[in-house]
């Protein structure tokens, strides 16, 4: 059986290659009747991408016209305005999912809705070992059960008991690494961060720690040349 998207194949089995348009663009194969899953050759008909456009654009079919206007690249603000425009039909007929709690109530209630499908079947990544949480907890690879991670406080009453030296250890690490930062100005508590700020070596504008984390000696433009040199 022919798959959907498979009716350029079939067009181009009744009457050979699909050819291009004066601009060297390939010619679009339309639908006559909307219904993409109806191939049959009768219903296939060849038209150039902006013809495409304007008859989807005539039956205010929005959520095609958006999809060509992408493949034509059109400005930015029509492709925004065509994707509004489709997602309100998309409510106002039901079909939007997040339509209202009514609609997706419904569609749980027959068994329709997509997670509640998954949760049925099992493959619902909150399920057991599906879960992305729970299968890197069960392998060690979590980020919480990461050994060097300080902040595990689970890690950190282990280290105190079993481990006391490790535990001093990064006791006395984080101590060293917040003093520093406090002597080179970089710590968050000798910041102010209700102004904007500049970054010397990329020109980002911005405020919060969120700066010093990422710019100044942090920027990622001074480690690139930390690395190649």
């Known amino acids: 059986?022919?798959?959907?998207?498979?009716?350029?194949?079939?067009?181009?089995?009744?009457?050979?290659?699909?050819?291009?348009?004066k601009s060297g663009r390939s010619y679009e194969v339309?639908?006559?009747?909307?219904?993409h899953n109806n191939n049959n050759i009768s219903n296939l008909k060849l038209v150039t991408i902006q013809e495409h456009y304007d008859i989807h654009h005539s039956q205010q079919d929005w959520g095609a016209c958006h999809a060509i206007a992408m493949r034509m690249k059109r400005d930015p603000e029509i492709i925004s305005n065509l994707a509004?425009?489709?997602?309100?039909?998309?409510?106002?007929?039901?079909?939007?999912?997040?339509s209202g709690p009514a609609n997706n109530n419904?569609?749980?209630?027959?068994?329709?809705?997509?997670?509640?499908?998954?949760?049925?079947n099992g493959t619902h990544n909150f399920l057991g070992p599906n879960h992305p949480m729970k299968l890197a907890s069960?392998?060690?690879?979590?980020?919480f059960k990461n050994k060097n991670n300080f902040k595990n406080k689970n890690l950190m009453n282990e280290w105190k008991q079993h481990?006391?030296?490790?535990?001093?250890e990064m006791c006395k690490k984080h101590s060293e690494n917040a003093l520093k930062r406090v002597a080179d100005g970089n710590h968050s508590g000798t910041k102010v961060f209700a102004t904007s700020h500049i970054c010397p070596h990329c020109g980002k504008h911005g405020k919060g720690a969120i700066m010093y984390r990422f710019h100044y000696d942090n920027c990622k433009i001074v480690n690139n040349l930390k690395v190649t040199s």
């Open 163 to 168: 481990n006391p030296e490790k535990y001093e």
């Open 138 to 143: 069960a392998n060690g690879t979590h980020h």
């Open 106 to 120: 419904k569609r749980v209630a027959n068994g329709t809705h997509p997670a509640h499908i998954r949760m049925k």
């Open 30 to 35: 339309h639908h006559i009747d909307g219904n």
């Open 84 to 98: 509004r425009q489709h997602a309100l039909d998309r409510v106002a007929n039901g079909s939007h999912p997040f």
């Open 1 to 21: 059986m022919k798959r959907v998207h498979d009716y350029r194949k079939i067009y181009e089995e009744y009457f050979g290659p699909i050819p291009k348009d």
